[in-house]
């Protein structure tokens, strides 16, 4: 087995996690079997307290495990399939080594960050790429930061201790930026944060350089002899034009796949990349074009979202279609000419969410969509947003709600299920993880999906309340989608309509560029069919 390391330097945001998915695609396309992880050095346990301020989208996996979002471009670029074993936070670390301690397994010791906190870190990474070629793991941070030291020395050792760059390889993602005053491009920050590195005993053997401009020569050149790499190891990685999807085939020209290849000794010879062009090519030239909007609360966020959009752009792809995101901020549409915006549109989706601000401005925007017969996508708040606004507005029951919004609501149409009512612990205890659902007949899942039984991961406390499920269905919202085993409503959708449809799970963190989710890519060709008639 194999092991890529990748650090990033000189500021974050620098797309670290992107780039190794980047990687893992180009190698498994050479045959490799492939697992990418994530290494986060702060010391919550998961993500899954922290707010989308904080963090951005909570990525869940199968397992149930809340994870950082990174996670969802590793699955969207490669075909692994991720566990909670593939994202390691400091707060796992601690809690394991000082549970170990109370346990009395480090009996008359002193526990210290070297080597017991490294020595948990080192054995995490065997465990989390057992059956691959290769293991990618990405550390969060920026190399300088106190609270990764003990990361970057546990792959020290790890090195070290596994017989170098044949089967160990540093990777480290710098910044190379261009001062427009002095005109060129600078390359100090870079060799301070390898000089960094090599402080901790770390010589990275392959330098990706972030860059708004072409590196040119006489950089390339430079970097290489004050980061003691070779020239070739110097890789220029470029914004991407249209999409992040461009990323693997730019890393390709770079000779990056090649190279790492080499280096770590690996018999896989280079194949085409014919689906990587057919997909640029479907964003970069597409047939048609939609405007959907996404109706949230945390719209001027990049990351809150993130696989909600990701998933719009591959239900894109399958249709030929280029997919504009039109950003809409919930807490604008109580008013009438807050929602002028929406007549624009031709398709709505109201994503996840948590709390009860811009809730009304979400209800405004289900009742937009129904009365409209404008295409509508709700995911899991989505989902009961638009239940609300059918109790409230066809059943007549004015101040239905769910009690996460109105505790003392006399409808609670959306309600806590009876084992949520005893947890008091807010990590790790929602309703969390893959679920089956079955599908009914002659519906718009079913036709999307065709398939009769479908698994789909959740993130929610909420459920849709079985009590008013006859008055709904008699009134034209349709249940299409449960899940037997606990009799739980999973998808409603409106019978009237051209494409209402709410799922309580998160079909986001399914989707992929090469195999949109059914739904998305229904959604979309939903959308193209009414701006068609329109
Ligand atoms: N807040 C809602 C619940 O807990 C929906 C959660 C979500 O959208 N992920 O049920």
Redesign the pocket.
């Known amino acids: 087995m194999k092991y890529i390391f990748i650090t990033g330097g000189v500021v974050s945001s620098l797309g670290k996690g992107l780039t190794a998915a980047a990687i893992g695609a180009l190698l498994e396309l050479r045959g490799l079997t492939v697992r990418i992880q994530k290494f986060d050095p702060y010391l919550n346990v998961d993500p899954g307290t922290m707010s989308p301020f904080q963090h951005g989208e909570v990525y869940v996996l199968d397992d149930g495990a809340e994870t950082d979002l990174d996670l969802g471009h590793y699955e969207r670029f490669t075909s692994g399939q991720l566990s909670r074993l593939n994202n390691l936070t400091s707060g796992q670390i601690y809690e394991r080594v000082i549970t170990k301690e109370r346990r009395g397994d480090y009996l008359g010791k002193t526990v210290q960050v070297i080597p017991h906190v490294t020595n948990e870190i080192k054995s995490r990474i065997d465990e989390a790429g057992e059956g691959v070629d290769v293991l990618i793991t990405e550390i969060g941070g920026t190399i300088g930061d106190i609270e990764g030291l003990p990361f970057v020395e546990a792959l020290r050792q790890f090195g070290t201790e596994n017989g170098g760059r044949e089967n160990v390889l540093f990777i480290h993602v710098t910044l190379v930026p261009y001062l427009a005053a002095a005109g060129e491009l600078k390359t100090k920050p870079s060799q301070q944060s390898v000089a960094k590195l090599r402080e901790i005993g770390i010589q990275p053997d392959i330098l990706i350089c972030r860059t708004e401009e072409s590196l040119g020569d006489e950089v390339r050149e430079k970097l290489a002899m004050f980061c003691s790499v070779p020239v070739k190891a110097v890789i220029e990685e470029r914004d991407v034009e249209t999409s992040i999807y461009e990323l693997p085939l730019m890393l390709q020209k770079e000779n990056l796949d090649e190279l790492v290849v080499e280096y770590l000794g690996l018999d896989a010879p280079k194949k085409p990349m014919d689906k990587w062009h057919d997909v640029v090519r479907r964003l970069k030239y597409p047939a048609h074009k939609v405007t959907i909007g996404v109706v949230g609360k945390y719209i001027e966020l990049q990351d809150a979202y993130k696989s909600v959009y990701e998933s719009l752009t591959h239900g894109g792809i399958a249709n030929d279609t280029k997919v504009v995101i039109e950003r809409i901020d919930s807490e604008e549409l109580t008013t009438e000419e807050g929602r002028k915006c929406l007549e624009k549109l031709d398709g709505i989706l109201v994503?996840?969410?948590?709390?009860d601000r811009g809730t009304k401005g979400k209800i405004w925007a289900a009742r937009y969509a129904r009365e409209n017969k404008l295409p509508y996508f709700g995911?899991?708040?989505?989902m009961?947003i638009a239940v609300i606004e059918f109790a409230r507005n066809v059943l007549g029951l004015g101040d239905a709600n769910?009690p996460?919004f109105d505790e003392k609501t006399p409808h609670p149409v959306?309600h806590l299920m009876e084992e949520q009512k005893e947890v008091t612990q807010k990590g790790a205890s929602?309703r969390l993880g893959a679920y089956q659902c079955n599908l009914v007949d002659d519906t718009t899942a079913r036709n999307a999906y065709k398939e009769e039984v479908v698994s789909e991961r959740h993130?929610?406390?909420?459920?849709f309340n079985n009590s008013y499920r006859e008055a709904m269905e008699a009134k034209g919202l349709k249940v299409s989608g449960v899940n037997q085993k606990h009799n739980l409503v999973e998808i409603v959708e409106l019978e009237d309509h051209p494409w209402f449809v709410g799922v309580q799970f998160?079909p986001e963190f399914k989707s992929k560029p090469f195999k949109a989710h059914p739904l998305f890519a229904s959604f979309i060709s939903a959308a193209l069919e009414k701006k068609a008639n329109t």
């Open positions: 994503p996840g969410g948590f709390g995911l899991c708040m989505g009961q769910s996460e959306v929602m993130r929610h406390r909420y459920e998160h």
